[in-house]
C-alpha cells in the first residue's frame, strides 16, 4: 500500500520518523507521499525524501497558506521541481481551492492553482488537489485548465455527482478517516458507490484521525 497524503514533517517534532516508518510497513504501507504546504516546509520535505526511501514528497501550495506567494514565488517553485530529487517528488501540491470561510481571496487561489497546474503539465506529474466548500469551483476551474498527467482530490466528502465530475477528468478520489466514522454515511455511501479504480488511500496524519483515535491525534498537537 502507500500513503498517498501524510504530512510526515509535521509528525517530525513529535514522533520518531524512523520509528513511524516502521510502523507503516509493518502494517503493509510500503511507500509515504508528503505534500508541501508552501516555502516553509519544502525543504524539510525534500530532506526527509533523501534521508528516508520510503518517502516520496509533492512540493506546492495550500490554498490556505497563500499570504505573501507572489510571482516569484511560483517561479522558485519551478526551480525546485526542475532540480528534483530524482523519483522522488512525484506531484504538484497541496494545491486547490479552500472556500471554507469565506470567499475572500477567490481569484487569487484560482490564479496561483492555474500556475501550479500549468507546472505540473509541464513537467508531466499529476497534482495534490485540496478541495473544502468550492467542489463545482474547482471543477469547472479543471476543464478549463486539465490536469494532463491526472491526480487526486485529497480528502474527498462530497457527493456522488461531484466524485463523478472529478473521475471524468481522469482524478482520483482520496479515501481517509472520514469515512471511519458512523455518522459519515453520505460520504461513506459515495466512497461505496465509485469505481475502485477510481480510489486512492490516504491518512492525511496527522490531520485527519481515524474514528476512536482522537485522543492519538490531540496528544501529538
Known amino acids: 500500500m502507500i500513503d498517498s497524503h501524510c504530512h510526515l514533517d509535521l509528525l517530525a517534532d513529535k ?14 504501507v510500503q511507500k509515504i507521499v508528503v505534500p508541501g504546504i508552501n ?7 525534500r530532506k526527509l525524501s533523501t534521508d528516508y526511501d520510503q518517502i516520496h514528497y509533492a ?15 511560483l517561479e522558485r517553485l519551478a ?15 497541496e494545491c486547490g481551492l479552500d472556500f471554507y470561510h469565506d470567499r475572500e481571496g477567490e481569484a487569487f487561489q484560482k490564479q496561483v492553482l492555474e500556475a501550479q497546474i500549468t507546472l505540473a503539465n509541464h513537467c508531466k506529474l499529476p497534482v495534490l488537489l485540496h478541495c473544502r ?6 471543477a469547472v476551474l479543471l476543464k478549463q485548465t486539465q490536469p494532463k498527467y491526472g491526480g ?8 456522488l455527482q461531484q466524485a463523478m465530475d472529478f473521475v471524468k477528468l481522469g482524478l482520483k478520489i482520496g479515501v481517509g478517516g472520514v469515512i471511519t466514522y458512523e455518522r459519515a454515511k453520505k460520504t461513506r455511501a459515495t466512497i461505496a458507490a465509485l469505481p475502485l479504480e477510481s480510489l486512492l488511500i490516504e491518512t492525511d496524519a496527522p490531520d485527519m484521525p481515524l474514528s476512536g483515535y482522537q485522543a492519538v491525534l490531540m496528544s501529538l498537537k
Open 79 to 93: 526551480q525546485l521541481v526542475e532540480e528534483q530529487v530524482p523519483e522522488k517528488c512525484v506531484a504538484i501540491g
Open 39 to 45: 516555502e516553509a516546509n519544502w525543504e524539510r520535505i
Open 15 to 28: 514522533k520518531e520518523i524512523q520509528q513511524v516508518l516502521l510502523d507503516a510497513k509493518s502494517a503493509g
Open 152 to 159: 487526486v482530490v485529497h480528502g474527498f466528502s462530497g457527493s
Open 59 to 73: 512540493l506546492g501550495f495550500h490554498p490556505q497558506f497563500l499570504d505573501g506567494v507572489t510571482k516569484s514565488s
Open 133 to 138: 466548500k468550492a467542489h463545482q469551483d474547482l
